[in-house]
Each structure stands twice: as structure tokens, then as C-alpha cells.
């Protein structure tokens, strides 16, 4: 497949991707694949800001909404199912767009997953029993002490992927974070990588409005649908888990809310720690005209980039 580029559009939450990548598959004629780790759930709309009905009608979307929440999908079983469909488009399309804030499955799908050890079985289960009787702050505490890097980028309230990343540290004797990107695998497209950045005030505002809007779209009633589901995976995110606690009556919903506020900012940071390790990203304020950006991308194209 010569000559076929993938648009890779990442930024942290709430700054403005989806209405871009929208814009950049129309002019390219083209179509999205959303790889936002939480968009996947049928479930879970609201909370996790899946594009709306006329936004999904304006540009061919891939990957929203296609999982249950009791379906285990793994980030390796997505990269195996991206890879599949790019394949597959590539042969129509000579570029397609690539989004989301999820930095690791952004680099599964242009990089492919690193190779990690063998770790012994018995160590997972040594740490899924701490978390059951300890609670997850001690290995949150673990985590950030055997392997900060890897502390500010994973989301440390995930509970499969805070495990994943403490039984390597401790099975191997190295940080998790050391075996991330040595070995990349060929791909036989080239990745364009866009970001879109603002002045941390400003994303941690359009952040806090966003959490209102939700609110006031239903959060709290998608939430209660899903309570019975909580220990789920798929609902171990931002938005859910504090409304959770509300619904156990530890908490206020005032306080709640404001916990899902702080917590996205939080995810905001790791994202802008995981991404800007990349120097082949380009950025772009969030304002920027798409023109603009659109002229970039053109350019790298024909250069041949």
C-alpha cells in the first residue's frame, strides 16, 4: 500500500477533536476510527462524550459504540481489529483519519504493542488480593515508587492496567515503563501525527463546563443504569466510578461532581505527559483554522511523508 497515510488527530479531552477530524475526513474524503478506549461501550454515552447523532452522520465513524461493557476488549484485540480495518479502507482510500486520547492505543495501532516478559502467574494474584483487602491507594503508592514515568501516564484508578503495570515492575525487576517502545512493529501506511494543544486554564475550563453539560444531558441518570455493572472493567473511568460512590451514599453529588472534574483534569495531564514524549506530533493551538492545518498536512502528503 503505497503512498496511503494515516491522520493521527490526539490532544487531551475536551479540546476540540472530534469537530476537527470531522472537518479533515470530509476534505479528505475519508473516514474516522475513533481510538478513545472508553467510546467503545454502547452503554456509555454521555459520560464518555461519544459524538453526537449529526456528528456521527457527517463523516464515516468507526469503533463508537461497537462493545458491550461486558465484553472483555483488550487494547492488543483492538490493535488486531484497527490494523484489520485500515487494511481494508486503505484499499479505497488513499488517507484516513485516526483520533482519540488514549495514547497507548494510539501507539497499539501506529507502533503496535510492546513485548513484554513472562511474569509468574502468582504475583497478579499476590496484588489482586492486596487490592481486595487493601484497597488500590497502596499500589497506587507501589506503582509511583517502583516506576514514576509510568505513574503520571497510565490511568492509576484503572485497576486492570495499575495491576498490569506493577506485576512487570515487580516480576522483572525493571519498570514497567522501560519496555515501552523497543520494539516497533513495520506498518505499511505513514502516520501524519496532529495535536491540538491550549494553556492548561483553558483546557481545564472547557474540562469543568463539559462535566456541567453532561450533567445536565443525564449523566447521572446513564450512571444509575449502570450501577449494577460498576465492578466492570469497561466502568473503571472518569465520570461513573465518582457518581458511583454518590449512588452509595458515601459522598454528596455536589462533591461528586467536583471529583469527576478533578479527575478528568488529572487525565488531562498524563495525556499531555504521554504525548508530548513524541517529537514526530505537531501542534496546533486549539483555535487554529483548519485551513490551516489542512495545508500542513497536504504538504507532508506531497512530500511525500
Known sequence: MKNKH??????????????????????????????????????????T???????LKAAPHHFIQNRSIQEDYSVGAFEKDAIHLLNELFQQKENLILTGGSGLYVDAVIKGLDDFPTIDKAIRETLKTRLEL????????????????????????????????????????KPYSYYLGIHAKKRNFKSIK???????????????????LMMEHGLLSEAENLYAFRELNALQTVGYKELFTYFDGDVSLDFAIEEIKKNTRRFAKRQGT???RDPEIKWFDFQTEPTEIIAYIETIIAQGG
Open 194 to 212: 496532529i495535536g491540538l494543544t491550549a494553556e492548561r486554564e483553558i483546557v481545564y475550563d472547557r474540562i469543568n463546563r463539559r462535566v456541567d
Open 49 to 55: 462524550a461519544v459524538p453526537s447523532k449529526t456528528e
Open 274 to 276: 504521554w504525548f508530548r
Open 134 to 173: 487493601e484497597g488500590i491507594v497502596p499500589l497506587q503508592q507501589q506503582l509511583q515508587e517502583v516506576d514514576p514515568f509510568s505513574f503520571d501516564r497510565i490511568d492509576i484508578n484503572n485497576r486492570q492496567r495499575l495491576i498490569r503495570a506493577l506485576e512487570i515492575s515487580i516480576g522483572s525487576g
Open 6 to 47: 494515516l491522520i493521527t488527530l490526539i490532544g487531551p479531552t475536551a479540546i476540540g477533536k472530534t469537530a476537527l477530524s470531522i472537518v479533515l475526513a470530509n476534505h479528505f474524503k475519508t473516514d474516522i476510527l475513533s481510538c478513545d478506549s472508553r467510546q467503545f461501550y454502547k452503554e456509555m454515552s454521555i459520560g
